[in-house]
């Protein structure tokens, strides 16, 4: 590929990210929050709705992943699940009553569960062929997300309707859709099927333990995009105040992730997830405590180190673990269990805890599973060690 075509369709890519996660950023943060305010769901009811997005990402994904092995155009289906979601988008915010709203985010979820993993094989296949580094795509898509959440924060709040995230969320998805005509055609070619790759990475421990502690350390982190807006509320702030929390929160993220290689080369790729799990478990225990809400804005800085590094960090640690032959499988894997699994059971746990306790006592629990995180990622880098060690000799 050309030089100067190269760089244009890096620039794209990172306009697709920019849109997208300005989608994602206009509805997530606040979903919870026009749920309880303008549907009266209860914090049960909003969990399961909530996690019903994770849920059946889950189930959904690999399908988008054989139909891309199957059709072998990923784009074109990248484009069909941003149209959709899209379309569906417009008329949420018209549905009532708890059963229809649940059906209708399940209908988002169909689509919108494919954006992420066909836009991430074809990034990554991009970038290592063309010399880029992901952190440099995805920092745009945490941009994106920060704008949006501050922009409708500030626009729900001005004109007192919440079903502009609805709408923001579609247009989001529509200006992605037109970066897509210059995205590459090409994704990492799989080797061998799912079920091989599955048996192959089943043998592969250090693996395994790497998804049990992704399930616990990132599965949080995930929940807290749908919960940060009723603890902003919770502790003082208004819906400008959660505008201006996740423009820190997010926009923190983009800085980390543009060095994040640079500190991963110099530091080790596992030694920074576990530095990156461990501010998110100190944030946690400290919202434990419910400060006060400008505390809280000051703290949400710690997203950059905690999420910027641990997301570029923790996909070049799957790669690094699974068999060359398997390393497709093994993202999809990850992806599932930690932006499927774990955001789904901590979206749910997390409603739950705030009907029974309080959304500071979920943060309690978010602070101690993330510990748990911590310690089985100890254990996985004194098994590799060894291992990498023969390697560089």
Same mark, same amino acid.
């Not at 505008?243 to 790729?269: D, H």
């Not at 699974?322 to 901590?346: D, E, I, K, Q």
């Given at each position: 590929?050309?030089?100067?075509?190269?760089?244009?369709?890096? +620039?794209?890519?990172?306009?697709?990210?920019?849109?997208?996660?300005?989608?994602? !950023?206009?509805?997530?943060?606040?979903?919870?929050?026009?749920?309880? &305010?303008?549907?009266?769901?209860?914090?049960?009811?909003?969990?399961?709705?909530?996690?019903?997005?994770?849920?059946?990402?889950?189930?959904?994904?690999?399908?988008?992943?054989?139909? *891309?092995?199957?059709?072998?155009?990923?784009?074109?289906?990248?484009?069909?699940? @941003?149209?959709?979601?899209?379309?569906?988008?417009?008329?949420?915010?018209?549905?009532?009553?708890?059963?229809? /709203?649940?059906?209708?985010?399940?209908?988002?979820?169909?689509?919108?569960?494919?954006?992420?993993?066909?836009?991430?094989?074809?990034?990554?296949?991009?970038?290592?062929?063309?010399?880029?580094?992901?952190?440099?795509? +995805?920092?745009?898509?945490?941009?994106?997300?920060?704008?949006?959440?501050?922009?409708?924060? +500030?626009?729900?709040?001005?004109?007192?309707?919440?079903?502009?995230?609805?709408? @923001?969320? *579609?247009?989001?998805?529509?200006?992605?859709? $037109?970066?897509?005509?210059?995205?590459?055609? +090409?994704?990492?070619?799989?080797?061998? *099927?799912?079920?091989?790759?599955?048996?192959?990475?089943?043998? &592969?421990?250090?693996?395994?333990?790497?998804?049990?502690?992704?399930?616990?350390?990132?599965?949080?982190?995930?929940?807290?995009?749908?919960?940060?807006?009723?603890? $902003?509320?919770?502790?003082?702030?208004?819906?400008?105040?959660?505008?201006?929390?996740?423009?820190?929160?997010?926009?923190?993220?983009?800085?980390?992730?543009?060095?994040?290689?640079?500190?991963?080369?110099?530091?080790?790729?596992?030694? $920074?997830?576990?530095?990156?799990?461990?501010?998110?478990?100190?944030?946690?225990?400290?919202?434990?405590?419910?400060?006060?809400?400008?505390?809280?804005?000051?703290?949400?800085?710690?997203?950059?180190?905690?999420?910027?590094?641990?997301?570029?960090?923790? /996909?070049?640690?799957?790669? &690094?673990?699974?068999?060359? !032959?398997?390393?497709?499988?093994?993202?999809?894997?990850?992806?599932?269990?930690?932006?499927? /699994?774990?955001?789904?059971?901590?979206?749910?746990?997390?409603?739950?805890?705030?009907?029974?306790?309080?959304?500071?006592?979920?943060?309690?629990?978010?602070?101690?599973?993330?510990?748990? !995180? $911590?310690?089985?990622?100890?254990?996985?880098?004194?098994?590799?060690?060894?291992?990498?060690?023969?390697?560089?000799?």
């Amino acid at each position: 590929m050309p030089e100067h075509s190269t760089e244009k369709t890096y +620039r794209f890519i990172q306009m697709f990210y920019f849109f997208t996660f300005f989608a994602f !950023g206009s509805i997530f943060p606040l979903l919870s929050v026009f749920l309880a &305010e303008e549907k009266g769901l209860s914090h049960t009811q909003i969990g399961i709705v909530i996690a019903a997005l994770p849920l059946i990402t889950i189930f959904v994904q690999p399908v988008w992943g054989m139909l *891309s092995d199957y059709t072998r155009n990923p784009k074109r289906l990248l484009m069909i699940a @941003s149209v959709f979601a899209s379309v569906l988008g417009i008329f949420y915010p018209w549905l009532q009553v708890f059963p229809v /709203l649940l059906l209708g985010i399940i209908c988002i979820a169909l689509f919108q569960s494919g954006i992420v993993p066909l836009s991430d094989s074809l990034s990554l296949n991009f970038v290592q062929r063309n010399g880029k580094e992901y952190g440099n795509i +995805r920092l745009w898509g945490a941009v994106g997300f920060a704008v949006a959440v501050f922009v409708l924060g +500030r626009l729900t709040e001005a004109t007192g309707s919440m079903n502009w995230i609805f709408y @923001s969320f *579609s247009l989001g998805l529509l200006f992605a859709l $037109i970066t897509l005509f210059e995205f590459p055609k +090409r994704a990492d070619e799989v080797t061998v *099927s799912f079920r091989q790759g599955l048996k192959t990475l089943i043998q &592969e421990k250090p693996f395994l333990l790497f998804l049990v502690s992704n399930f616990l350390i990132f599965g949080p982190v995930l929940a807290n995009n749908y919960y940060f807006g009723t603890f $902003i509320l919770v502790v003082g702030g208004t819906l400008s105040g959660v505008g201006l929390a996740f423009l820190l929160a997010a926009g923190s993220e983009a800085p980390f992730m543009k060095f994040a290689q640079m500190v991963i080369n110099r530091f080790g790729v596992v030694p $920074i997830i576990i530095f990156s799990a461990t501010v998110s478990c100190l944030r946690w225990f400290f919202y434990y405590f419910e400060p006060s809400s400008t505390v809280v804005y000051a703290t949400t800085i710690a997203q950059g180190v905690s999420v910027g590094l641990y997301i570029p960090a923790a /996909l070049i640690l799957v790669r &690094e673990l699974a068999p060359g !032959g398997v390393r497709a499988t093994a993202v999809g894997l990850y992806s599932a269990v930690g932006n499927g /699994l774990g955001n789904a059971c901590f979206t749910f746990v997390g409603g739950v805890v705030i009907d029974l306790w309080s959304v500071s006592f979920m943060y309690g629990v978010f602070s101690f599973m993330t510990l748990v !995180g $911590i310690i089985i990622l100890l254990i996985v880098n004194k098994m590799v060690q060894p291992e990498w060690k023969e390697r560089i000799a």
